[in-house]
């Protein structure tokens, strides 16, 4: 059963296992809405983190116009992550939405390694974001800013 899923898919279901056995906020559609958040944050982190420093990065080293947009009246980073987040929560809604209305989908994703395998992606993907702060901080002390 596990082959006929992508990697995203199996995670949201185990998430929705995991949510469907709390005693708050288990039913269905609450538990599905609650695993496709619980996939989309760590997943936009996982995707956005690296673009936002590679930004700052170029911004500061062989594309110095990017600085120049980046410190206007909207800064470029924060339209970066804004817009990517919006693709990707739009993305995996059109992809996850088709499996809320499955009956017991989740039930071969009930398992002790299944809720395991939840709280490590959910730590191991979030534990990014100082990793890429502290990266941040690093390029910041090392690459003098660009003033316009």
């Known amino acids: 059963m596990d082959q006929e899923y992508n990697f995203l898919v199996r995670?949201?279901?185990?998430?929705?296992a995991k949510n469907r056995r709390r005693s708050w906020?288990?039913?269905?559609?609450?538990?599905?809405?609650?695993?496709?958040?619980q996939v989309e944050g760590p997943l936009a982190v996982l995707i956005v983190s690296p673009l936002a420093l590679a930004n700052l990065i170029l911004s500061r080293t062989i594309w110095p116009w990017l600085a120049r947009i980046m410190f206007d009246k909207v800064t470029n980073g924060a339209a970066?992550?804004?817009?990517?987040?919006?693709?990707?929560?739009?993305?995996?809604?059109?992809l996850f939405g088709r499996y809320?209305?499955?009956?017991?989908?989740?039930?071969?994703?009930?398992?002790?390694r299944d809720?395991?395998?939840?709280?490590?992606?959910?730590?191991?993907?979030?534990?990014l974001i100082p990793m890429f702060s502290i990266g941040a901080f690093f390029v910041n002390k090392a690459l003098p800013p660009v003033h316009y």
């Open 25 to 37: 906020r288990s039913g269905p559609h609450d538990a599905f809405l609650d695993a496709r958040i």
């Open 100 to 112: 809320e209305f499955i009956p017991n989908i989740e039930a071969h994703f009930n398992t002790e």
């Open 115 to 127: 809720r395991n395998l939840v709280n490590i992606f959910f730590f191991g993907i979030l534990s």
């Open 80 to 94: 970066i992550v804004g817009l990517s987040s919006l693709a990707i929560f739009i993305a995996v809604d059109q």
């Open 11 to 16: 995670m949201l279901l185990r998430h929705y």
